[in-house]
């Protein structure tokens, strides 16, 4: 079994649609994460979910909104997607705030 | 503020070479974690190793091999008699008890030939 599974893969969308990317993990995780990974392939935080507290970057636009229906899901929600959107999606799951953290195999999200 | 520094950009080696990734780090907490992971072609990223500020014994596993050393803010990464399979871009990163996230730095993309 997959231990942080994200869907869809890809993801190909129109500029100012509103999508949503999925993300489980089933390693008993108490945090999760959102990570960006742009055409640079740098790797940026977006948000962390530890226990129901939310932090979030605050370089990250709020067109972007995570949201946990329960301990083992984190879905990443978008508003009005522009072309600047358009990266690698990371979902990551770990047992606590500074331990290692477990990655999905990322969505790429491709705005036209 | 915590910031990860990986001033190799690119590496190319010959097979069976070994290699050595640096890694140089700042943060003002004392108690701080850091990591290494692999991301290949396919995307995936695979978490390699962790190890604690107040821990600096070295860490050999397989041919892959952690230099820690405080008194220079470094953690280096070896990888002994390279393979073709180690190409990749390795990624080192930093987390602390007053972050909430690792933080990474921009990678070192290596390329092992036959």
């Known amino acids: 079994d997959t231990a942080v599974s994200q869907t869809p893969k890809y993801l190909v969308t129109q500029m100012g649609n509103d999508k949503s990317i999925k993300c489980e993990q089933n390693?008993?995780?108490?945090?999760m994460y959102w990570y960006k990974q742009d055409s640079k392939k740098f790797l940026k935080i977006m948000f962390s979910?530890?226990?129901?507290?939310?932090?979030i970057n605050e370089t990250v636009p709020n067109r972007f909104s995570p949201k946990s229906p329960d301990k083992a899901h984190l879905n990443l929600h978008i508003n009005s997607l522009e072309l600047g959107d358009s990266a690698v999606y990371f979902c990551?799951?770990?047992?606590?705030?500074?331990?290692?953290?477990?990655f999905g195999q990322g969505t790429r999200l491709t705005v036209v | 503020a915590q910031k990860v520094t990986q001033a190799q950009t690119e590496i190319s080696v010959v097979e069976k070479e070994d290699v050595t990734l640096d890694c140089v780090y700042e943060?003002?907490?004392?108690?701080?974690?850091l990591f290494w992971y692999k991301q290949p072609p396919s995307g995936e990223l695979v978490f390699l190793i962790r190890?604690?500020?107040?821990?600096?014994q070295n860490e050999i596993s397989g041919r892959y091999s952690w230099n820690f050393q405080k008194s220079t803010s470094s953690f280096n990464f070896t990888i002994t008699a390279s393979q073709v399979v180690d190409s990749a871009v390795y990624r080192c990163?930093?987390?602390?008890?007053?972050?909430?996230?690792?933080?990474f730095g921009k990678g070192t993309s290596l390329l092992v030939t036959p």
């Open positions: 990551a799951s770990s047992q606590y705030l500074n331990t290692e953290a477990f």
């Open positions: 390693l008993g995780h108490d945090t």
């Open positions: 979910y530890n226990n129901k507290e939310l932090i």
């Open positions: 943060t003002r907490d004392t108690t701080y974690y």
């Open positions: 190890r604690n500020s107040f821990d600096e």
């Open positions: 990163a930093l987390n602390s008890n007053s972050g909430y996230a690792l933080n």
